[in-house]
């Protein structure tokens, strides 16, 4: 939903970067991507991950990061750059999703994957923070000789429900993983990353975006949130004035009524061979329409789907 504000700067292999704490060394960009983020190596030679963006998103990443350092389920701020204005993060390999791209995810390691997402998400929501963006792109993996290490990343859009800026025409994360009250223009809380952790875990059981509709609209474009939305409706619906009595103002309501009456049943388990009845008892305790009525995170954690994991 947000357009692209990536900062195109490129460091130069070798250049020596000076941090509050340490100088490190560009080695390479990561990803073949212009503009980073990039590896660097530190004093004592370690790896690390140096990443440029506009100075809000960055300021507010380090406000983050510094909030929770010592979590062992946040992705680690190691240093600060000046100048030029970075972040030196602790260094993770890969992300979850091109792990599933790769169709290096089994189950048991998706489950993992999920929980420690869920509980970056119990150390944020405590602080009445949202983290905005919950997808398969934002949950990093390092591998250690104990096995892989998953941990949350990408803090720069956190928020609270308690800023001004949120006043339901505030758009946030991406529209595969976007909760319903989001598009709608209903003002979000941290229930917001409650869905978009269900809709992830779908998509790495899956291997595939159930919510994707067919010849989607550009990101961006609002079409592509209608039509996510219609298919939320189908499977977890139906999005209706009934389910967000109290949240939904008046201008809302035809589309409500169009929703209910376009509702078509669909049922999890035909979205794949791989959804097992407890994916589908898991998910559907997550995926409420009305997110008064989705669990907490704390309360995900306990659930049986997590048992041995």
Not at 23 to 52: D, M
Not at 99 to 109: H, M, V
Not at 186 to 193: E, L, N, R, S
Not at 195 to 218: D, Q
């Amino acid at each position: 939903m947000r357009g692209s504000t990536r900062t195109m700067f490129r460091f130069e292999h070798g250049q020596i970067l000076q941090g509050k704490r340490s100088s490190y060394t560009i080695s390479a960009a990561l990803r073949n991507r212009q503009g980073g983020p990039w590896l660097a190596i530190g004093p004592n030679q370690e790896r690390v991950t140096v990443k440029v963006a506009p100075a809000k998103r960055l300021d507010n990443e380090a406000r983050m990061l510094r909030l929770f350092q010592g979590c062992d389920s946040i992705r680690q701020l190691v240093d600060e750059v000046d100048d030029p204005r970075s972040l030196v993060l602790e260094y993770m390999e890969d992300n979850v999703f091109n792990l599933l791209k790769a169709k290096r995810l089994p189950r048991a390691e998706a489950k993992r994957a999920l929980k420690a997402a869920v509980q970056a998400l119990i150390a944020l929501h405590e602080k009445n923070i949202v983290h905005t963006d919950i997808k398969p792109d934002n949950i990093l993996v390092k591998h250690s000789p104990a096995g892989p290490l998953y941990k949350l990343g990408d803090l720069g859009d956190c928020s609270s429900p308690d800023v001004p800026s949120n006043d339901g025409g505030h758009l946030i994360g991406a529209e595969l993983f976007c909760a319903p009250e989001v598009p709608l223009g209903i003002p979000w809380t941290v229930k917001a990353d409650i869905w978009g952790l269900g809709a992830t875990g779908i998509t790495l059981i899956t291997g595939r975006y159930v919510f994707l509709p067919r010849n989607p609209p550009p990101p961006g474009d609002p079409q592509l949130s209608l039509a996510v939305l219609q298919i939320q409706n189908d499977f977890y619906g139906p999005i209706s004035r009934q389910a967000l009595h109290g949240l939904a103002d008046d201008s809302i309501l035809p589309l409500l009524q169009q929703f209910e009456e376009n509702y078509q049943p669909f049922p999890l388990s035909s979205a794949s061979a791989l959804i097992t009845q407890e994916d589908v008892d898991f998910f559907g305790h997550i995926m409420k329409i009305d997110p008064r009525q989705r669990p907490t995170a704390s309360e995900i954690l306990r659930h049986p789907w997590f048992n041995g994991v």
